[in-house]
């Protein structure tokens, strides 16, 4: 089981000062976050990929990179990366580059992305969004494959022997999660290619979820993959701490309210009620998130959002060290002791490269 954080990169005003963070500061929160999740033991660091304000992760290639060269351990991915807006061969290529920075830390999660006005900044029309999203990955998924392309569709130029470059490291590609919090189409595709499905459940009731990746597993079974419980599942969560759980509600509830996201909508209490959102103590968030296991099933990749809607990177920091510290080894070793043997690990460029050398024998 893998244990993360993934951030948005959003840009906001701190409510209880009213002191909004530079874009510069922002980034550089951003990086510092990551190291230390590596230092408190996580297992990898997310971030989305936004072209509008108030958010600053345009380009997560160039972030990753960059904390791949201060990191050791920790894996590397994307919460979005939009499948729909950057090109296919800018994604084989840029991915495969920092596969080998990383010396193969590094996966990423597809997604088509909720803003509606990047489509046209990027020659694209969001009434075409699940087509290009099938398309442009069937393209990404050959052009890691095959060393020689030929290919035409119906949204870019044809390719006529082409090569992307660099190939990825040792010839595996990075492993591919699907992003969806609505699409069954997305969940199809996941299955149909044997590549995991992460359901960023961190909005809506448990019940729309459980649909989506019901059905994302009764395919992955359909395609020949594995069983059903076998299937590849990552999900979302959201969490606030302090070792008192009315002092975290207390001390939150600010940032809740105003946040750009979800404020000045549902009350705290019922988005805690209707959602994974835990604003408690380590041991309401270890409870609440042991729960997910009965609701979706087994799981490889669980990923906390800890630095939304103002917090301060000291603050964003004591909740690393509380995650580091008194949950994630209690999920661990508990999620362990529940989890069938058949059931797999989250794939890693180390286990993929293993089971192309065991295959190749």
Do not use: C
């Not at 958010?55 to 160039?62: A, G, I, L, M, N």
């Amino acid at each position: 089981m893998q244990f993360g954080i993934f951030t948005v990169g959003d840009v906001t005003a701190d409510p209880t000062t009213g002191r909004t963070p530079s874009e510069a500061e922002r980034i550089k929160a951003m990086v510092a976050i990551a190291r230390k999740a590596e230092e408190v033991g996580l297992d990898v660091f997310a971030t989305g990929e936004h072209h509008n304000p108030p958010f600053v992760p345009s380009s997560p290639t160039t972030m990753l990179a960059y904390i791949a060269a201060r990191t050791e351990k920790l894996i590397l991915s994307t919460a979005t990366t939009l499948i729909t807006t950057n090109d296919p061969v800018k994604i084989a290529e840029d991915f495969a580059m920092l596969q080998h920075l990383a010396d193969g830390r590094v996966d990423l999660m597809l997604g088509r992305g909720n803003t509606a006005p990047v489509y046209p900044w990027f020659g694209q029309d969001i009434r075409e969004g699940i087509p290009l999203a099938i398309e442009n990955y069937q393209l990404l998924h050959r052009l890691w494959r095959e060393d020689v392309v030929d290919w035409q569709g119906r949204f870019r130029t044809p390719l006529q022997g082409f090569t992307a470059t660099p190939r990825p490291l040792y010839g595996v590609a990075p492993f591919v999660w699907h992003g969806s919090i609505r699409s069954p189409e997305i969940a199809e595709q996941a299955a149909y290619y044997g590549d995991g499905f992460f359901a960023n459940n961190i909005f809506w009731p448990k019940e729309h979820f459980q649909r989506l990746i019901g059905l994302y597993r009764q395919r992955y079974e359909h395609y020949g993959h594995g069983s059903a419980d076998q299937a590849i599942v990552g999900l979302g969560g959201q969490v606030f701490m302090r070792k008192n759980s009315q002092d975290a509600i207390r001390e939150f509830r600010p940032y809740f309210d105003n946040a750009p996201v979800y404020g000045h909508g549902p009350s705290l209490e019922d988005f805690m009620d209707q959602t994974p959102l835990t604003v408690g103590s380590p041991q309401q968030v270890i409870d609440k998130t042991l729960t997910f296991r009965e609701s979706f099933g087994d799981y490889q990749r669980q990923l906390f959002l800890i630095d939304h809607a103002g917090l301060p990177l000291s603050t964003v920091l004591e909740q690393l060290d509380l995650l580091g510290e008194e949950v994630i080894p209690v999920l661990r070793r508990e999620f362990a002791a529940a989890r069938p043997a058949h059931v797999p690990d989250a794939p890693t460029h180390a286990s993929l490269l293993a089971q192309r050398t065991a295959a190749a024998k």
